[in-house]
């Protein structure tokens, strides 16, 4: 035995206590079973099960008493030290001077007796004690000191079965880690497995997983999250979704929940559900949680059974002697003993039938536990033995006995010995053992490898399927972090190195996706999973790593992705509806377009042919659709064109125009069938109206021609003939002022002046109405008109007006369009000799002409600095013969931006006028893109 104080302060002990996970944790009814039966076998009022690390005691199971811990400085366990192998028992605590002033017994004066016994495991280390307090001074009896010890002993069973367990369920989970994306492994294994998207709630579930429930998995698909709320016990939903919620999305805990489920037989099973979230975005959000589900029909079954039977200690607690003469019995039993050994509850086990017992163990153990049994009697040390029993009907039983000798001399040992029904944790260990090994195999089939860290050692171990998935040779490499690093493909080796050092800094699972370069420059797509810091079975700190080739995979997915997104683009950058008809599964799947427009009450996007030409297609172009298609796949036709009618969300009907390329093999079989619908309704009824407008225009256009024929030879008679009396008119008015001009006053010379004025008004009005009739009506063609050239020649011809004024035009540049050149010409001058002409005296003229691309026109702008336009005048300039100045103040007929106006309407464009910024006025026009 160690020295007292070292038990406290041992680091070595708190590492040992550690392993338990017991120190200050919640009340556990086994425990307080044992409690309560320590305080009724005692008749004392207070029963305590501690448990102490190097600051407090505290108090697992408390009968009588509502405190939960005692600082270690307060604590009796330095007398119990003393005599580790007995009770210690202190019959007055206010006579005995090493206890009276104590705290806990001077903050509680009823306090008179005390007994305690230490909680000693296998290796020596001080876990905890027992301790029993009464209101009376009073002594135990030695057969209750006996049932003290006995009680201790099951206790430290209890706590190495809990050690056991936890050993088997972390074994479970970090199996269930470490190999999160062996899906097809686990599927050839039957192993029933989930994982769940959380973000959009689908769920991939295993064959395993469906036929646990007595499904195929065809029968549940699609699959998501509702399929497993639908077969969930309805008691039972709350529980199994809080869990669920709480562990793989709140708190990011290991998932262990137990529920029933329905089977495809009405029938419930017991689930336990396990599982851990694998993969998270960018902001630790979690995306996809893995997990398995597993029967424990069986288990719990036997716990209803276990919950029948009245007695408190979990275990068969029972003091054995064997003589020196070779014979041996029972001195003391439970109850409990029967049950584990599957024999009547009334059968006595006392002298010789204690055979029955021997005679239960499997032939197979029997040796081992009576060799186990013989060296505790000869080293005089415990002994532990995990043996089977076989029933009356034949099966199995695995048990664990510990027992550790009481007495001993040379005529009889006799030991006290507690006895756990292990069949489960056995059967687990042994599933466990059969997975790994069925894991494996998976890890090859699956092109899994494994990596172990040795983080003490700083020693890193591959697995053979490593150097496989390298190509290297195993037996000329030396396994390094670095020469994997070296073969990352230089674009994937920042973001490696990123995740995987916040991987390992948060001690989380993460998932990486690389690339692999090998030396033949080929690319391999590898999935590492990174570990979490464990330890091993020698308490060494190891991290473990899984990578797996996704080559295949990810080829697939790159391509399928590439496919869907010009799918998605394609039917996203066009009205029409985009489908795709395989036709060997006969499964039509439409793009997002197809319920916008046409009624449906499909479950999906993907339909059988004939369900579509039924359902949707009028009646009447049914059978025209089926014959025109079964013509197009059965002629090898390439392309297939049909027009028909579907019935659309409204209920009426639409045209509709589909068009299809038609895919084949090499035997010319058709194979699939890609293709668009255009909804031509609207243009139907367009053509619809189209004609009967057509033949109401082609009547007016007849009338139109001989309107414009009869209006242009008046045009044209007018303009000759009213320009003939006023030539006639000038040219006398000016022979009379020639030959009387010495004879004429002045009075009468002006009379003359008006009048041959007058008159050549008169002709420049006939003829500038005469150009104005003629506008839209020439036969000139389009031509390429360089609008530089052209503005140019409009500037030379006003040359002597520009350097009489002394004004400065700035051209921009200017495009080259189709137009009409002379057209254009017109207009350039007109607005060009009105900047020059409108203008305010003694300020020097400034005009800009440039332009500007608006998509459909050009836009061109003619800006000048003279008198402007009043806004409320702007309209009425271009209308015909309005003028705003008399042709004393400006000359002209007030008809130039009337032609103006109606030249650019006619070449598809408009003309206004705004305001400049300081002075003037900014003429504006657009001409029509050719």
């Not at 706590?159 to 050839?188: H, M, P, T, Y």
């Not at 499904?215 to 008691?235: G, I, M, R």
């Not at 209803?304 to 039977?309: D, W």
Request: glycine share 4%.
């Amino acid at each position: 035995m160690r020295d007292g104080n070292e038990f406290f302060e041992n680091r070595n002990r708190l590492g040992e206590l550690i392993k338990y996970r017991i120190l200050n944790t919640p009340p556990e009814k086994k425990f307080d079973d044992l409690a309560k039966l320590m305080a009724m076998t005692c008749d004392v009022p207070i029963a305590l099960i501690t448990f102490m690390d190097d600051k407090n005691q505290y108090f697992k199971s408390r009968y009588g008493i509502d405190f939960t811990e005692n600082p270690i400085e307060n604590s009796f366990c330095n007398h119990i030290l003393k005599t580790p192998n007995k009770v210690t028992e202190i019959s007055n605590l206010r006579k005995d001077n090493s206890v009276s002033q104590n705290p806990f017994i001077v903050n509680n004066p009823k306090l008179s007796f005390y007994a305690g016994y230490p909680l000693i495991n296998a290796d020596g280390y001080l876990l905890g004690s027992i301790c029993l307090y009464g209101f009376q001074v009073k002594k135990l009896s030695n057969t209750q000191k006996d049932a003290l010890k006995i009680i201790a002993q099951q206790i430290i069973e209890l706590l190495e079965l809990r050690k056991s367990q936890l050993f088997i369920d972390e074994a479970k989970n970090k199996r269930l880690l470490d190999n999160v994306n062996l899906k097809k492994g686990i599927d050839a294994i039957g192993l029933a497995t989930w994982e769940w998207n959380i973000t959009t709630n689908v769920c991939q579930f295993s064959n395993g997983w469906a036929e646990l429930l007595g499904y195929k998995l065809s029968e549940l698909e699609p699959t998501n999250f509702q399929t497993w709320v639908d077969l969930v016990h309805p008691d039972d939903i709350s529980i199994a979704s809080d869990n669920y919620y709480n562990a793989l999305i709140k708190h990011d805990n290991i998932l262990d929940v137990e529920f029933r489920m329905r089977k495809k037989d009405g029938k419930y099973l017991w689930i336990q559900s396990k599982g851990k979230t694998i993969k998270k975005d960018t902001n630790g959000k979690p995306i996809i949680a893995f997990g398995i589900h597993i029967d424990i029909n069986d288990k719990k079954l036997a716990e209803k059974q276990l919950k029948r039977i009245n007695e408190n200690i979990p275990a068969a607690v029972f003091r054995y002697v064997a003589y020196s003469n070779g014979t041996s019995k029972l001195l003391y039993y439970t109850k409990k003993l029967n049950q584990l050994y599957d024999l009547p509850e009334d059968l006595s086990l006392d002298g010789d039938n204690i055979k029955l017992v021997w005679n239960k163990i499997h032939p197979d153990d029997l040796t081992k536990v009576q060799a186990a049994v013989e060296k505790s009697k000869r080293e005089l040390s415990e002994y532990k033995a995990d043996y089977r029993i076989i029933n009356d009907n034949g099966k199995t039983k695995w048990l664990s006995a510990s027992g550790s000798i009481f007495f001993s001399n040379d005529e009889e040992t006799v030991w006290d010995t507690a006895v756990f029904d292990v069949t489960e944790e056995k059967l687990a260990s042994i599933k466990l053992e059969e997975i790994n090994n069925q894991l494996k195999k998976a890890q090859k089939i699956g092109k899994l490898g494994y990596w172990k860290h040795n983080l003490d050692q700083d020693s890193l171990t591959w697995s053979t399927e490593i150097y496989n998935l390298l190509e290297l040779d195993e037996n000329k490499t030396t396994p390094s972090f670095e020469l994997f690093y070296n073969m990352l493909h230089p674009e994937d080796k920042q973001q490696f190195y990123e995740e995987s050092t916040k991987a390992q800094v948060e001690n989380k699972v993460a998932l990486i996706e690389h690339r692999i370069l090998l030396p033949d420059d080929r690319i391999k797509w590898f999935e590492l999973t990174t570990g979490i810091e464990d330890f091993n079975l020698k308490n060494e700190k190891i991290r473990e790593w899984v990578v797996q080739d996704i080559t295949e995979q990810k080829l697939l997915s790159i391509s399928v992705e590439e496919s869907n997104n010009r799918f998605r683009l394609a039917t996203q950058a066009t009205a029409d509806i985009i489908w795709d008809w395989d036709i060997k599964e006969n499964r039509i799947l439409f793009g997002e377009n197809f319920s916008k427009f046409i009624k449906n009450d499909f479950e999906d996007d993907q339909i059988k042919s004939d369900y579509f030409i039924r359902k949707c297609i009028h009646a009447n172009d049914r059978s025209r659709v089926r014959k025109s298609l079964m013509n197009a796949l059965n002629n090898e036709e390439d392309y297939w064109k049909c027009k028909y009618r579907v019935k659309s969300n409204q209920g009426d009907y639409l045209y509709i125009q589909d068009n299809a390329l038609i895919i084949r093999d090499k035997k010319g079989k058709a194979l699939r069938m890609v293709g668009a619908m255009n909804e031509i309704t609207e243009q139907k009824e367009q053509t619809k109206k189209l004609r009967q407008l057509n033949k109401i225009l082609k009547i007016k256009s007849l009338d139109l021609i001989r309107s414009n024929d009869d209006l242009e030879q008046f045009a044209y008679v007018a303009s000759h003939d009213l320009q003939e009396p006023l030539r006639m008119i000038t040219s006398f008015l000016t022979l009379l002022e020639k030959r009387y001009e010495d004879k004429l006053d002045d009075k009468a010379k002006t009379y003359i002046h008006f009048a041959v004025d007058g008159a050549k008004r008169m002709r420049t009005i006939i003829l500038d109405l005469l150009d104005y009739s003629r506008v839209g009506k020439t036969e000139s063609k389009l031509t390429n008109v360089d609008v530089n050239e052209l503005v140019n020649d409009v500037i030379n011809f006003n040359h002597r007006t520009i350097s009489k004024l002394n004004a400065t035009i700035k051209v921009e540049e200017l495009p080259i369009i189709n137009s009409y050149n002379s057209e254009l010409t017109h207009v350039f001058s007109n607005i060009l000799g009105n900047a020059l002409k409108y203008q305010v005296p003694n300020i020097k003229p400034e005009i800009i002409i440039s332009c500007s691309d608006i998509k459909t026109h050009w836009e061109f702008s003619i800006e000048d600095n003279g008198i402007g336009i009043d806004e409320k005048y702007t309209d009425q300039v271009f209308v015909i013969f309005k003028r705003l100045h008399s042709k004393e103040e400006y000359s002209g007929t007030g008809i130039g931006l009337a032609i103006s106006k109606k030249i650019i309407n006619t070449l598809g464009g408009e003309i206004w006028i705004e305001k400049a910024k300081k002075q003037g006025s900014i003429f504006k026009f657009t001409i029509k893109k050719q």
